[in-house]
C-alpha cells in the first residue's frame, strides 16, 4: 500500500517503532505462555474458583492500566520515555520467575500485580513515545504496526506453551520458568534498539495534571476516554475465553490453541485496519468494530463446542485487530503533544476502572447464571456503546 508518489508506507514507519513492536512481541511471548495457562493452572492445581480468576485478572489488568497514568504524567514532566519503559519492562521480566513458584491464589495474585505494575509504567510512555517520532499523516499504520508485532508474540507464546505441555506431560511450572526467557530478550532489546527523538518539542515544565492543563485535553479527548471505557466494559478479561474453550471438553494442553486462533487473527488485521483508521472515520470504523464483537459474544454464548468457541474467538480478535490501535490513535491525535504521556495515562485510568468492574462481573455471572449470561452481558455493553457513538454523531450535525 503506498501513498501517492511515496515509498510504501510501512516503509515510512521510523525504526524506533520497528524495535518497540519486537520488544512487546518478546515480552509478550514471555507473558502468554504464562497468561493462556495461568486460569487452567489456578482452577486445576490451585483449585480456585471462577469469581477468584476474575478478582485476580480484573484486579491485574486494572492495575497495569491506573498505574500508566502515573508513568504517562512523568514521563511527560520530565520529557523522558525509554527510561520509564526500560523500568517497566525491566520489572515484568522479574516477575515471571514468581508464576512457577506460586504455591497459592493469594501468591498468584500478588505475582500478577507485580508484573502488571511493570506493564503500567512501560505502556502510556512507550505509546507516547511511538506518537512522538511517527509523522502524523502515518499514525494509525504505526499503531496498527507496534500492535501488530505485539499480538504476533500473543500467539507464539500460547503456541509454545501447548508445545511444552504436550512434551512435558502438562507440567505448568516447567513452561513457566521457559517463560523467563524471551522476557530477558525484551529487556536487551529495548536496551539497545530504541533510540528516543532528540528533537521532540516540549512545552516548558510544569504539572501536567495541573487544572490548567487538564484543560487543555478538551471536551473532544475526553469524549475518547469515555467510549473506550465503554468498550471495555464489554470486553472482559480473556481469561474467560479459555474457560469457555474447556468446557467444550478441549484437552487441557490443547486450550492455549484458542488464544492463538484469537491472537491471529488480531496480528493479521491490526495492521491493515490501523492503515485504513488514517483514512476514513474514526467512528464508523468503531461501530463495525461493535458489531463484530456483538457477533463475538453471541457466538461464544451459543455454545461451547470447540468448533463454535474457535468462531466466536476469531471474531474477538478481529475486533480487536480493528479497535484497539485505533482508540490509540484517537488519544494521540486528540492530546496536546507535551501532554500525550498524560493523555494516554488517563484513558488508561479510566479503562482500568472498567477491567476491574467488567472482570468481576464477568466471574459473578459466571459462576451463578453460567457462561452463556456472561457473553449476553458483554453483547449488552457492547450495544450500549454503539448508542453513544449514535448520540455523539446527532449532537455533532
Known sequence: MKQSGSRPVWRQIPASVWALGCVSLLMDISSEMIHSLLPLFMVSVLHASSLSIGLIEGAAEAT??????????LSDYLGKRKSLALLGYGLGALTKPLFALAASADMVLGARLLDRVGKGI????????????????IRGAAFGLRQSLDTVGSFLGPLLAVGLMLAWADDFRAVFWVAVVPAGLSVAMLSFGVKEPANVKRAKRGNPIHRSNLKRLGP???WVVAIGAVFTLARFSEAFLV???????MAIALVPLVMVAMNLVYSATA????????RMSHRTLLAWGLLVLIGADLTLAFSARWEVTLAGVGLWGLHMGMTQGL????????????LRGT?????????????LLASVLAGLLWD??????????????SLLSLAMLFMRRIADR
Not at 243 to 249: D, S, T, V, W
Not at 368 to 381: E, K, N, Q, S, V
Request: charged share 20%; no cysteine; proline share 5%.
Open 243 to 249: 474457560l469457555r474453550a474447556q468446557q467444550g471438553g
Open 122 to 137: 512501560r505502556g502510556a510512555p512507550r505509546d507516547a513515545l511511538v506518537a512522538d517520532v511517527t509523522p502524523i499523516e
Open 327 to 338: 482508540l490509540a490513535k484517537m488519544v494521540a491525535d486528540t492530546a496536546p503533544e507535551d
Open 271 to 278: 495492521y491493515p485496519f490501523g492503515r485504513l483508521s488514517d
Open 64 to 73: 497495569a492500566l491506573i498505574v500508566k497514568v502515573f508513568s504517562g504524567t
Open 368 to 381: 451463578r447464571l453460567g457462561a452463556a449470561t456472561t457473553f449476553y452481558a458483554g453483547a449488552g455493553f
Open 220 to 222: 473532544e479527548y475526553w
Open 343 to 355: 493523555g494516554f495515562g488517563f484513558f488508561n485510568l479510566v479503562s482500568g476502572v472498567a477491567m
